[in-house]
């Protein structure tokens, strides 16, 4: 249970990042919090050549309230920070809510935002709570041969980030810098809400919801997003889809969690049957949109 | 592999030398620094025994590497009671965390011990009054074999009274 030897680089810029892992001769990864890649490293699952600590670089771990009311949250924004910063609480106050379900205080100690997201695990809370937010990820490299400028940058919708299990659209020599959450719109709720067999422990499953609702109190947009409901943290667009038009009443609700768990792909393993996972995910999602119709009306 | 240098403070104590990049927060502490109080379960961050504090914040010692506490200070279990150097039982007095867990009954082996100190003591500086509900939730990082876990809590709620009422102050800074 020992790491296998690796270099290592303390990166203290973003620049001195993307230079370390624009030399793809060596197989490098971002150090973020480590709390998914240390387990690994230890279990010997991973045994990149190289890794490039993010811990020294402060603009990593930027929060910023934007202009248009929304929320920038950099890559190494701890999931404390998420739980505590009153910023979080204001803006997007999901991801408030959701923080205390990652792990354990420990952990989030350490754990972040971008390291969560670019990790791609489906049974993490963060990817599932910020595609329901609408959220798109920030991404950086150096240039490559006979690119102009030193660096280059792209954005992604969340939606189109995550190709897999642990698989993501980033390149080998490219960096998750930040998250860009869209401001929330007025009449809007959201709520999350997970069921696992200990607390702390991965979910078994989990549903965040975002529900809108018009000054008659019919909805007019909602997206729901599924903690280990599928092979990839997914966004549910035609349940939700089922509430818009719809006041959300509880035979709505209920249509719409039927749809939810009739559409999702949960797996079958130790912790749980496929069957079980289709249950929890059909209760989850009554229970978590119905809260957040609540939010939305007051 | 070459080793990198690295200038840390573990209890308050200067440590300067170098270290190979693999090498565990929690492996060194225990076999470079000499500091066995910090135990080694799951050596994945499950189990909670190796749990140390990175500048007064609670994190998992297997899930860092030294490298990563340059420029850093880390607080170990020894760091806890009020000690004379040299002594030959150099532990003066218990820290309230300590005498407490010890007075409820909160350990029987005593192995996840020293991670459940580190994370309880950091938790009543934030939380100096918490509920039953919240001191369960604040050791749900840590699994203990033996206790069953109701002495543990009851054991931090006893601590969380004792400094309440006055007892030395959770820093370990400041002297009765």
Known sequence: MKPPPFDYVAAATLDEVLEALADTSLEARPLAGGQSLVPMLNFRLAAPERLVDLNGIDELSRIEETEDGGLLLGAMTRHSALECDPRIARRAPLLAEAAPFIAHPQIRSRGTVGGSVAHADPAAELPAVLLTLGARVRIARRSRNGESGSRVERTLDLGDFFLGPFFSALEPDELLTAIDVPPSAPGEGTAFDEVARRRGDYALAGVAARVRLDSRGVCDGAAISLVNGGSTPCLMKEAAQTLVGEKPTPEAIEAAAAACAETSEPAADMHASEAYRRHLIRVLTARVVSHAADRART | ?176
Request: with cysteine; net charge negative; glycine share 12%.
């Open chain 2, 1 to 176: 592999m070459s080793g990198i240098g690295i200038s840390t403070r573990v209890n308050g104590v200067a440590w300067s030398g170098e270290v190979e990049p693999r090498l565990l927060l929690s492996d060194f502490l225990r076999s470079v620094v000499g500091l066995t109080g910090t135990h080694v379960g799951c050596e994945h961050g499950v189990c909670g025994a190796c749990t140390v504090q990175l500048d007064g914040e609670p994190v998992r010692a297997c899930l860092m590497f030294a490298v990563q506490i340059d420029g850093h200070e880390v607080t170990t279990v020894e760091g806890l009671a009020a000690t004379t150097p040299g002594a030959e039982i150099s532990v003066e007095q218990l820290h309230p965390v300590q005498q407490a867990l010890h007075e409820a009954h909160g350990l029987q082996c005593g192995f996840c011990t020293p991670g459940i100190l580190m994370t309880a003591e950091a938790f009543l500086r934030e939380n100096p009054a918490p509920s039953r509900e919240e001191i369960r939730e604040a050791v749900s990082g840590h699994l203990c074999r033996c206790t069953g876990y109701h002495n543990i809590v009851e054991g931090v709620a006893l601590a969380a009274e004792r400094l309440a009422a006055g007892g030395r102050a959770a820093d370990g800074k400041d002297e009765p």
